[in-house]
């Protein structure tokens, strides 16, 4: 025992050492404080797995200088007992913007910026590694007590604006230092987003697509900028060069921004640490592959007020499960083994941090998970592990004194010391009123029921039944009590002073009646085991556990409870329209095996398949859109007049409900197509539509590469009223491709004698296209502009693959086959602008006729679910066959896209996507009732049927649930009605 004293002794000897003061004082004299502070008889959390029982730790200049069962105590300590006290380490947050002003908003209007505005940064001002918090900080002492309040010692801040943000900074909150003692570290993080800044009104990028671009060019340029090749010198890239070694916290919005954002720090072997929003849990699977650690704010929804069943109907059934699921988020992500720290931003009011993170608990999150979040996993992320969020010698004098386990509901957190000051939020002796009293007094027998913490009680006070009004004070022990009359005729009032003794559990003091008469009371304490009993009741019905609804893919109508398979299936006597040189087979079987087709023919054998009735039922390859803009999070990049870098790939979005209702159309692939804000748009993303899978899962993988361009009034902005990018003109546009095709034949030549070449992702593009790699689909509606792009491919030695709407090509057939160009229109669209009123419905059985491979396309969410029907239109519009205008959305689609090698037919070894129709499929009165992809059914009629009854009870339940949170006292929102986006071609997102 003398050697363990010994060794403490010289431990808090050696931690004596300290920094030398090298300030002037004027203002007085010079003295320091180097006294010890010893806390006794606490119970000690060290950290999440470690607990001292009746432990001691001492403290000085702000750090432990011992901690144990046992610790030599120095002389002339002062001693503080916190017998019945338990001591946590203070929480760190490591994502705010705490102490930060908000950045100036750009003023100006009108016109789009493109340029930017700063000169000897980088070209776009969205990039801002140049930012250094520290600059900006001022200590917030509101604020600060307000994270104190809620455990908080010490916050990772920063400048919460740009895509690339700059350097954060790590910050003690201590009331009584100076920013000097505060600042723990001056460049504690690197901070992104693909929000962009509100400084600049640079309008590049548009979209989330393009900020991803913007990253990823980014960190190209900052790569090639330290081999010293620059003409000019980037204050932007050398900081991002400086920042390189920090650790990266990533800010995103929603569930598919942190896939995305883990996507892009994959490509450059960064591991973000990501910012996440709370719905983790509906794609656990995906999450647990980022390898990321997630920032989880606890925001979680608020219920609906859902008592009117008219405007109850507007409610989404996937908002009602997110209000229902969000408690059991941090939950799932422990089960799942998926590390995350806490965070108090994005809660307007602090009051709700405690009261969410207890529910989460309650929820299933287990509290050495909650406390390791808030504590010692985030000391790690930031490189602090051995100072702060643990209570060892060495460390920050950063903890938390309360009364008992911190995640109990009742428990007090009476102070919270950071750097070993002190912030005293109730006093430790302060003795609790709470519970129930009986007080007979002036002829009537009161009920007092006291509540709330001990430095802020409440009361209810009732005569019988009869709920009395009442006004209470309580301070340094002293209540004072004033009760109005029960009978409310009568202005009368008596008026209660007690000193409060924590050693008994009665209340008596002086008590003054309405005629001035002072008499003795005594209150007696009337808590038994059925009043106990009843408030445990009554917490139990306020605070109820809702049944969480299980997870769908999507988490939203429609969902599968698991996620489909593959199935082995035989289709026996089926009407199967093959788009071969067998055409439509009569009584045939169709056998699908491993996600293939397998075999057509008569009398196939099943074997262990399953055998599938199709008498009467037609057969088809599934229908393929040449022209999509379903399934996306953005749709143009709207920038710059050349959007070649950014790709319809970064914005899948797989929860769009156009999924599954392409997919009752029979439609299984489509092409995502950039919008047309620019002559040279963005790079397509060809889809298999398989509902409920993850973005990169529905990437058909074995597709050639695509990009989009334009033609027409939107690309020279004809009616969004800019008139400041180039171009304005159809000629304009010409020279859009004349100057970026010689650029990147150019840039090509440039990079073979130089392998250090800049490389830049716009030009790399275009170099695609000039030697064969990329396919270009062109959005064009006259034929002057379709004869000038087919001239301009010619002059670069390349081919137009697909002019798309292309509403004037009978009008120019014979030139687009000697070309080689498909085409893709739409079947009976006209005069809808002016650009198209010399449209006609007889365009694609002209252009047929002609050669040229014709498919309808859709360029509609509404329309594309009934691409059947605008085949149909073929058959009266220009005579054209059934056979051959079915293949106007199967297999000429399909050969447009250049994978007509793995489907738009029925025939060995292609991939069974298929579709069983309910009778010939150019019929209206025709229905999908099973679409399979790869062999997997991710569409069925009968399913449909019964998930349509699923929905009303889901509903049902969960409308149950909020009406019950709403009358326990939950707070609500108002429903507000919610409309969908349509995506098109000239769709801006403001980003």
């Given at each position: 025992m003398k050697l363990k004293i010994l060794l403490f002794s010289l431990a808090i000897m050696g931690s004596c050492a300290q920094a030398q003061e090298y300030f002037p004082k004027n203002d007085g004299v010079k003295s320091e404080n180097n006294n010890y502070t010893v806390f006794e008889n606490a119970k000690i959390h060290v950290d999440a797995n470690t607990i001292i029982e009746n432990g001691m730790f001492a403290v000085r200049n702000g750090k432990i200088t011992a901690v144990g069962k046992k610790i030599n105590i120095p002389k002339n300590a002062i001693k503080i007992n916190l017998d019945g006290k338990d001591v946590y380490p203070s929480f760190i947050d490591i994502y705010s913007d705490y102490g930060i002003a908000k950045p100036k908003k750009a003023e100006g209007g009108g016109q789009p910026q493109y340029d930017a505005s700063r000169e000897g940064y980088y070209w776009n001002d969205h990039i801002r590694p140049e930012t250094n918090a520290v600059e900006y900080f001022s200590y917030d002492k509101e604020a600060a007590e307000k994270l104190q309040k809620n455990g908080f010692g010490v916050v990772n801040t920063h400048m919460a604006d740009g895509i690339i943000r700059g350097a954060g900074m790590l910050v003690a909150l201590n009331p009584e230092g100076t920013t000097g003692d505060r600042i723990l570290s001056d460049r504690s993080a690197e901070y992104l987003s693909f929000d962009k800044s509100v400084q600049s009104r640079q309008s590049y990028p548009t979209s989330i697509m393009g900020a991803m671009a913007l990253l990823r060019q980014t960190y190209l340029d900052a790569a090639w900028y330290t081999q010293g090749k620059s003409k000019n010198k980037d204050l932007a890239l050398e900081a991002l060069n400086r920042n390189k070694s920090l650790t990266k916290i990533f800010k995103t919005d929603n569930l598919l921004d942190e896939l995305r954002a883990d996507k892009i720090g994959d490509e450059f072997g960064f591991q973000y640490i990501i910012y996440g929003n709370g719905n983790e849990f509906e794609r656990l699977e995906e999450i647990k592959k980022t390898n990321a650690t997630y920032i989880v704010p606890l925001n979680f929804p608020d219920a609906y007020d859902v008592e009117n069943p008219f405007m109850a109907n507007y409610v989404s059934l996937q908002d009602m499960k997110r209000w229902n699921q969000a408690p059991s988020n941090l939950a799932m992500m422990q089960k799942n083994g998926i590390p995350f720290v806490i965070t108090t931003n994005d809660i307007k009011d602090e009051k709700k941090f405690k009261e969410n993170l207890l529910k989460a608990i309650e929820y299933g999150l287990e509290k050495r998970t909650a406390l390791n979040a808030l504590t010692t996993i985030p000391a790690k992320l930031i490189g602090q592990e051995n100072k702060l969020g643990v209570l060892k010698e060495g460390a920050w004098a950063n903890f938390l004194i309360t009364s008992g386990d911190y995640f109990d509901k009742e428990t007090v957190l009476y102070e919270n010391w950071v750097q070993g000051n002190r912030t005293a939020f109730t006093p430790m002796d302060t003795p609790s009123l709470a519970g129930n009293y009986t007080l007979k007094l002036d002829g009537n027998t009161y009920d007092l029921k006291f509540s709330g913490e001990p430095n802020e009680p409440k009361v209810d006070v009732k005569v019988g039944e009869t709920k009395v009004k009442s006004k209470l004070t309580y301070s340094d022990s002293w209540m004072n009590l004033m009760l109005e009359s029960p009978d409310s005729t009568k202005s009368e009032y008596i008026r209660l002073v007690a000193r409060v003794n924590s050693k008994s559990d009665n209340l008596q003091g002086?008590?003054?009646?309405?005629?001035?008469?002072?008499?003795?009371?005594?209150?007696?304490?009337?808590?038994?085991?059925?009043?106990?009993?009843?408030?445990?009741?009554?917490?139990?019905?306020?605070?109820?556990?809702?049944?969480?609804?299980?997870?769908?893919?999507?988490?939203?109508?429609?969902?599968?409870?698991?996620?489909?398979?593959?199935?082995?299936?035989?289709?026996?006597?089926?009407?199967?329209?093959?788009?071969?040189?067998?055409?439509?087979?009569?009584?045939?079987d169709v056998l699908i095996k491993d996600g293939k087709i397998a075999a057509v023919g008569k009398d196939l054998n099943a074997g262990k398949a399953k055998v599938v009735d199709a008498t009467g039922k037609h057969l088809t390859s599934g229908i393929i859109d040449e022209h999509s803009h379903i399934a996306a999070s953005a749709i143009n990049e709207a920038g710059q007049n050349s959007t070649a870098e950014v790709t319809m790939e970064d914005v899948i979005d797989p929860s769009d409900i156009n999924i599954y209702r392409n997919l009752a159309g029979g439609v299984t692939t489509v092409q995502l197509l950039h919008g047309s804000a620019n002559p040279i748009g963005g790079r397509s993303a060809i889809l298999k539509l398989k509902w409920g899978a993850a973005p990169n899962e529905m990437i058909f993988k074995e597709a050639p590469k695509f990009i989009k361009f334009a033609l027409g009034?939107?690309?020279?902005?004809?009616?969004?009223?800019?008139?400041?990018?180039?171009?304005?003109?159809?000629?304009?546009?010409?020279?859009?491709?004349?100057?970026?095709?010689?650029?990147?034949?150019?840039?090509?030549?440039?990079?073979?004698?130089?392998?250090?070449?800049?490389?830049?992702?716009?030009?790399?593009?275009?170099?695609?296209?000039?030697?064969?790699?990329?396919?270009?689909?062109?959005?064009?509606?006259?034929?002057?502009?379709?004869?000038?792009?087919?001239?301009?491919?010619?002059?670069?030695?390349?081919?137009?693959?697909?002019?798309?709407?292309?509403?004037?090509?009978?009008?120019?057939?014979?030139?687009?086959?000697?070309?080689?160009?498909?085409?893709?229109?739409?079947?009976?669209?006209?005069?809808?602008?002016?650009?198209?009123?010399?449209?006609?419905?007889?365009?694609?059985?002209?252009?047929?006729?002609?050669?040229?491979?014709?498919?309808?396309?859709?360029?509609?969410?509404?329309?594309?679910?009934?691409?059947?029907?605008?085949?149909?239109?073929?058959?009266?519009?220009?005579?054209?066959?059934?056979?051959?205008?079915?293949?106007f959305v199967t297999l000429n689609p399909a050969k447009l896209l250049h994978i007509d090698n793995l489907v738009g037919s029925v025939e060995s070894g292609k991939n069974a996507d298929v579709v069983l129709w309910s009778g010939n499929p150019l019929s209206i009165y025709s229905k999908a009732e099973k679409t399979f992809i790869d062999?997997?059914?991710?569409?069925?009629?009968?399913?449909?049927?019964?998930?349509?009854?699923?929905?009303?009870?889901?509903?049902?339940?969960l409308t149950t649930q909020m009406l019950a949170a709403k009358n326990g006292g939950a707070k609500t929102k108002p429903?507000?009605?919610?409309e969908n986006q349509t995506m098109g071609c000239d769709t801006i997102e403001i980003h």
């Open positions: 002086s008590a003054t009646l309405n005629n001035g008469t002072e008499t003795s009371f005594y209150a007696m304490r009337s808590d038994d085991v059925s009043a106990s009993e009843e408030k445990k009741e009554k917490e139990k019905e306020k605070d109820v556990l809702q049944d969480v609804m299980p997870v769908s893919y999507p988490n939203m109508a429609y969902g599968f409870e698991t996620l489909p398979t593959s199935e082995n299936i035989l289709f026996k006597n089926a009407t199967v329209w093959t788009n071969t040189s067998k055409g439509i087979m009569e009584n045939t009034e939107n690309v020279k902005q004809a009616n969004w009223g800019s008139t400041t990018r180039f171009p304005q003109t159809r000629m304009g546009t010409e020279q859009v491709y004349m100057d970026y095709f010689s650029r990147a034949r150019n840039y090509e030549a440039a990079k073979k004698e130089d392998k250090n070449f800049r490389k830049d992702l716009e030009m790399e593009t275009l170099v695609e296209i000039l030697t064969g790699n990329r396919f270009v689909s062109s959005h064009s509606y006259i034929q002057s502009e379709i004869n000038m792009l087919m001239t301009v491919a010619e002059k670069f030695d390349f081919r137009i693959n697909t002019f798309t709407h292309i509403l004037e090509g009978y009008k120019v057939a014979d030139k687009m086959k000697e070309h080689g160009v498909g085409a893709s229109t739409f079947s009976d669209w006209w005069a809808y602008k002016y650009e198209v009123k010399d449209a006609i419905p007889y365009n694609a059985a002209i252009l047929h006729d002609a050669g040229v491979t014709v498919a309808i396309n859709s360029d509609d969410p509404e329309m594309s679910r009934r691409l059947n029907q605008e085949a149909a239109k073929s058959v009266k519009y220009g005579g054209v066959s059934e056979e051959e205008a079915w293949k062999g997997t059914v991710y569409f069925d009629l009968e399913r449909d049927e019964k998930l349509r009854q699923e929905i009303t009870k889901e509903k049902s339940i429903v507000v009605k919610k």
